[in-house]
């Protein structure tokens, strides 16, 4: 049974930061492209980042390039998202996702939600003003 699950959420000020990991379990980890998304209330759920499983080639949203950083230790088989210089417009549940497609396309490709087969349940971050 495929689990993922994050941790690390919380309350923050603006301009301080919060690092997400995501513990997967279930799944062969070295051959799953890691994503983070986020939804916030009344919004669709949107890409933040992605780090394929091979080479790790990252992508970002343009709303957080500079400001948050995807890892990933294969060891651990987990994912992390360093978050710094957040602002209230991050708040958001911070979901992870993993494709285990081990197809290695172009950003479109993987900042697309319809491409990851599974889901942890989030994680709530909130940025005070």
């Known amino acids: 049974q495929v689990q993922l699950v994050e941790s690390g959420g919380g309350l923050v000020q603006a301009g301080g930061s919060l690092r997400l990991s995501c513990a997967t379990s279930g799944l062969t980890f070295s051959t799953n492209t890691m994503g983070w998304f986020r939804q916030a209330p009344g919004s669709e759920r949107e890409f933040v980042a992605t780090?394929?499983?091979?080479?790790?080639?990252?992508y970002y949203a343009d709303s957080v390039k500079g400001r948050f950083t995807i890892s990933r230790d294969n060891a651990e088989n987990t994912v992390y998202l360093q978050m710094n210089s957040l602002k209230p417009e991050d708040t958001a549940v911070y979901y992870c996702?993993?494709?285990?497609?081990?197809?290695?396309?172009?950003?479109?490709?993987?900042?697309?939600?319809?491409?990851?087969?599974?889901w942890g349940q989030g994680t709530q971050v909130t940025v005070s003003s």
């Open positions: 780090i394929k499983f091979s080479g790790g080639i990252t």
């Open positions: 996702a993993a494709d285990a497609s081990r197809r290695l396309g172009s950003r479109p490709y993987h900042s697309s939600k319809d491409n990851y087969s599974y």
